[in-house]
């Protein structure tokens, strides 16, 4: 039998067995936010003062700065940091402003992976992408890569820096993937990011940066204050 | 225990007296178990607050069993709607077939795979080599033992039997121009540069699935180190492997099993990454496996979930809690036990996978102190199930139900007839009040070897009088 009739046999034998067994009445649909904490706040200073303190215990750096100052935070970062060649998606919120922040140390994420692996995995010092959404209760970033920003771009780089709003904080993962109604349609690879990659796999101690970026630098925009909306 | 003498849970007697009786391996659990079981309670301080979610665990996963062959019907026409091939294995024999014959079509010669229990219970790496393929595990436990040719003692830190003076060892041994190191950065760091290639030149990446959502197609991973997260971005062929009991109805189902999950695993308020895979590159993105499969394994899941009796085995999600907090497993680890699931969710589920007459015994490695089913953030009442299947494993099965594989294996003559004997005189009173003289007046005659019993105390022997002749002489 070729694979594939052997797979419909198996599919046709499981679901048999599982039809065979006695009904049993399904308990109703399980109310999810009644079981969840109360939520706290999704915006406003301790809102965003909370989602720092907690992004920082996952020893995510935070770096709170304004609509117009980010690139600047960026350029001062790249420099402090000796960053040779800092990745970039074309065509996002940041683009128009990122050739300004980092110069001649700025790459394109143009071509296919295939292509690129090489320069991906050797010579690429950090990549920055920006952020869907962040998540107060655990200080944790929502990442939806795209055609313009491949999700190795926030992967392999030993250093991720993500481009946070502080206009789409959401107090939970819950409530913001109910109001933007995820469910609906989802991208390829939706992500979930909380501080940089570790592992205590040795003796139980913990290691930052395992296979994922080593470090995190969350460029927090401060656009809720004066209703700029995105960084411009 | 490496090399190629593999733990049995045939064994499970002769390899835990053996654990028992090394002192270092004893200490290294304790203190780990010790270790997780603080930290998950620092997660939980509200009991209230707990118990609620843990409620609404419970009912999300009972309600995705209830509707077990609809949702994975749902779940497969959305899979294949995205582009995703779905693929059905009723053994692990089926399972290793599919990837290998993915591995062919692609003239693939390595595989990458992340962290995935499943692939370890279809022996998945040992099939691929036989057959040329270098699987590779990059999750760092998991690594670090395949490279010794050892396997997890651990559902959720696999390597928890190793010390940095082994790891050390190991990688000088087999990782070339690794420096000798007992730093754990940089062991760790040793680890990632050795992997870095694998991760990209592999054409097929290997995972498991933490959870399959049946409304938008979704494969869903938990962890911490991001190999996961490479294994499903960086070759172009994504393979994922998993039971059929991981399907959850709805994406809002997620969040609160999510932090159920990290909280009783590692005792985290979160993993570093949640990734949500949903279907194979799209037209236009630049990365992303061109290829995703699903393989769903049965391998005895459906034994356990058309029993009413045994389906809440099924409600488990893998935290390892019931594990780090049960007296046994701590004393024995978790190779005594010589199936892919150690401690109480190895000894409810191995059964249903591997038979009862290999692992008789493993559900008797309980003390009962019911520690497992308080921990289990999805409720499931393992104690109960230990019972049931301790029953199941001695006793010829019920007319009326399909019997368990092995149901009755461990069945002795000598017990039945001591049990039919003891329901014989305890049915009838005449009967029992002549036994019970000739006990009192022979009980001189009792052996002084008792089986089990005397092995650490001294034998049972009746009392010179029965309570009911003593009651009888006082009233006079
Ligand atoms: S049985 Fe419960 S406690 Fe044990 S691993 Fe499964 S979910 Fe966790």
Redesign the interface.
Known sequence: MTPDTESMRARAAILARLRAAPPVAAPASPDVAAGLAADGAGSGDAAVADFAACARGWRAEVIETTPTRWPAVLRDLAVARGLRSVLAGRDTELAARLPEALGARLRWYDEPLAAFKPRLFDAIDAGITTVRGGVVETGSLVLWPDVREPRTLSLVPPLHIAVLCASTLHPTLYRMMVRERWADGLPTNALLVTGPSKTADIQRLLVYGAHGPKQLVIVLVRDDRDGTGVPA | MSGDRQPRPQDFKVQSRAALADPALRASFRS?MD?LVDKRAAQFPDIG?YE??R???T??R??AL????EL??RLEQNLTALGVQV????TPS?AN??FL?IAARHGAQAMVKGKSMVSEEIELNREMAAHGIDCVE????EY?LQLDGDRPSHII????H???AD?SRIFAEKIPGSAHTED??E???IG?RA???R??DAPIGVTGANFLVA??G?LVLVE????G??C???P?VHVAITG?EKVI?????L??L?TLLTRSA?GQ??????????????A?????PREVHLI?L?NGR?QA????RFRATLQCIRCGACMNHCPVYTRVGGLSYGTTYPGPIGAIVSPHLLGLDATRDLPTASSLCGACGEVCPVGIPIPELLMRLRGAARRRPAPERKPLRDEGAARSRAETLVWTAWALLYSRARLYRWFSWWATRLRRLTPAWQGGWTRGRVPLRPAPRSLRELLAQRRR
């Open positions: 780990a270790f607050a609620r979610l409620s609404l665990g009912r999300i009972e309600h209830a509707k077990l062959p994975l019907e693929h059905w294995a009723e089926d077939r599919i014959d990059t999750d760092m436990g670090i830190m696999p390597a928890i190793k010390t940095k790891v754990v950065d062991l760790i760091a990632r992997l870095r290639e991760f990209r409304e938008t979704s911490n180190e991001g190999n997260r490479l499903t971005s960086v172009e059929i109805e709805r994406l809002e189902h969040p609160p999510y590692t308020a979160v993993t570093t990454y949640l990734n949500i895979v949903t279907g194979p590159r799209r236009g993105e630049k990365d992303g769903l049965d459906t979930w058309r029993d009413q």
